[in-house]
């Protein structure tokens, strides 16, 4: 089944505490991109990959880390998380590599982060 | 001033009706339209795509573009409980990146 997988799904940590949430698909996408979810604020992009070893800044990178060693695997890494990186995260991937035409972007179904 | 602008709603229709979702656009360089439904819980899937000027139907759905005004719309004929959800509003900016509206949430009254 063609999907999106992120982990973990939920997670309550502590300030400073530095996490991880994995990102992986089985589509052979060229593009991933990681986004948060906020009320009233809609999905905000906090980075993207057009490629393998090539990730770029979206609107909102400030406190976060990507890597893209992989094709499959896009993780996002926040090395001293706080209160206000509380918030919903999704990560998601498109066949199409550039961002003019993102074409369908399919989601992951979520990782709900809280950062006391 | 947000990138792409939408109602939050909650916008309620009657079952059977015609639910009209309107979205503005601040970039005149945005050249792809996306709505997107995204169920309460769950992950944004896309529902309908639109690049030129005009209307396109897809099924019950159908998206309105006008890049002189700079709005995007969606309508939803013969709206049914299954179609209470937020629906998400993107376009591509002149960089190229994706940009999302806050959503408008739509509730299908029986």
């Known amino acids: 089944e063609a999907q999106v997988t992120q982990n973990p799904r939920y997670l309550i940590t502590v300030t400073g505490k530095k996490l991880t949430v994995t990102c992986s698909q089985n589509?052979?996408?060229?593009?991933m991109s990681w986004y948060r979810q906020d009320p009233g604020l809609g999905l905000r992009q906090i980075y993207y990959?057009?490629?393998?070893?090539?990730?770029d800044k979206g609107d909102v990178p400030e406190g976060y880390k990507v890597s893209r060693k992989e094709k499959r695997n896009f993780p996002l890494i926040l090395e001293s998380p706080s209160p206000n990186q509380t918030s919903l995260y999704f990560c998601?991937?498109?066949?199409?590599?550039?961002?003019?035409?993102?074409?369908?972007?399919?989601f992951g179904e979520g990782s709900r982060l809280t950062v006391l | 001033q947000k990138e792409v602008e939408q109602n939050s709603g909650p916008l309620s229709v009657p079952e059977g009706a015609i639910a009209s979702l309107n979205c503005t656009y601040s970039?005149?360089?945005?050249?792809?339209f996306f709505w997107y439904r995204q169920y309460s819980g769950k992950s944004p899937e896309l529902i309908m795509f639109?690049?030129?000027?005009g209307d396109k139907e897809d099924g019950r759905f159908t998206a309105q573009l006008n890049k002189a005004s700079q709005y995007v719309s969606l309508l939803i004929r013969d709206s049914q409980p299954s179609d209470s959800a937020t629906y998400l509003c993107?376009?591509?900016?002149?960089?190229?990146?994706?940009?999302f509206g806050a959503g408008t949430q739509v509730v299908v009254t029986p």
């Open positions: 993107a376009a591509t900016d002149s960089w190229g990146k994706l940009q």
């Open positions: 970039d005149r360089g945005s050249q792809s």
């Open positions: 990959s057009m490629n393998v070893e090539v990730t």
């Open positions: 639109i690049y030129s000027n």
């Open positions: 589509m052979n996408h060229e593009y």
């Open positions: 998601a991937s498109s066949l199409l590599g550039t961002p003019i035409n993102t074409g369908e972007l399919f």
